[in-house]
């Protein structure tokens, strides 16, 4: 039962364009939502987080749009830069015990 | 350093052998989890540890997988018995924030067992 869905394994951009990752969840008790990006050989970093009461959430590059009714939400990237090229996977958290994570999504940026 | 350590990095290892995985989380976080990649999928949750006890242990594939932590830091995970289904790079994050979930990986232990 995947409760964090991430239906897009692969997307690829143009350099400059915007990069938008989506991620569905069936959990109606998740009240924070987090992005981790990461790279190969390497663990998982945090890279933005919106809680349940926002529906969107801001830091430079990176803005994460959060639709409760629809359960949806989404990272935006813009501009994208090949330095943005890593997978990046969707989590979610309720009761602070224990992260949730979807599949993840290969970005890659073309320069 | 003064992030999550895992080692080994990596470890091969026969069919039926146990195997052990450490982990250093930050100092003075005091949750610690272990979670696992599969080729291909997503971060799965095996075990949460606070301090040194375990609320949830839900993820753990079976009873071939254990985990302990001691003195509130080190953690261990143990697989007895390994399987070819084991194969994968098994992850370890620490938090200080258990409110928002935050977690702070270490770079992984990928155990390939032939």
């Known amino acids: 039962d995947q409760q964090v869905k991430q239906n897009s394994p692969s997307l690829s951009v143009q350099e400059g364009r915007i990069s938008i990752l989506n991620c569905d969840y069936t959990n109606s008790m998740f009240d924070y939502f987090l992005w981790y990006k990461k790279y190969p050989a390497e663990g998982p970093t945090f890279l933005i987080s919106?809680?349940?009461?926002?529906d969107k959430n801001e830091d430079g590059r990176f803005t994460v749009f959060l639709n409760k009714s629809a359960k949806h939400l989404s990272l935006h990237i813009v501009p994208s830069q090949p330095g943005d090229s890593a997978v990046y996977f969707c989590a979610a958290n309720w009761g602070a015990n224990k992260l949730v994570f979807g599949a993840g999504t290969i970005l890659r940026v073309k320069s | 350093g003064a992030g999550v350590s895992q080692s080994p990095s990596n470890k091969v290892t026969e069919k039926g052998k146990d195997v052990e995985l450490r982990c250093d989380p930050i100092?003075?976080?005091?949750?610690l989890y272990w979670y696992r990649q599969s080729l291909g999928q997503g971060l799965e949750f095996l075990i949460y540890?606070?301090?040194?006890?375990?609320?949830?242990k839900s993820g753990l594939p079976s009873d071939r997988f254990s985990a302990e932590r001691t003195g509130g830091s080190v953690s261990t995970l143990t697989i007895q018995r390994t399987q070819q289904e084991d194969s994968a790079v098994y992850l370890c994050?620490?938090?200080?924030?258990?409110?928002?979930?935050?977690?702070?990986f270490g770079e992984g232990s990928r155990l390939t067992v032939l």
């Open positions: 994050a620490s938090s200080l924030q258990r409110e928002t979930g935050e977690l702070f």
């Open positions: 919106i809680s349940s009461i926002k």
């Open positions: 540890f606070q301090g040194n006890s375990a609320p949830d």
């Open positions: 100092s003075g976080h005091t949750a």
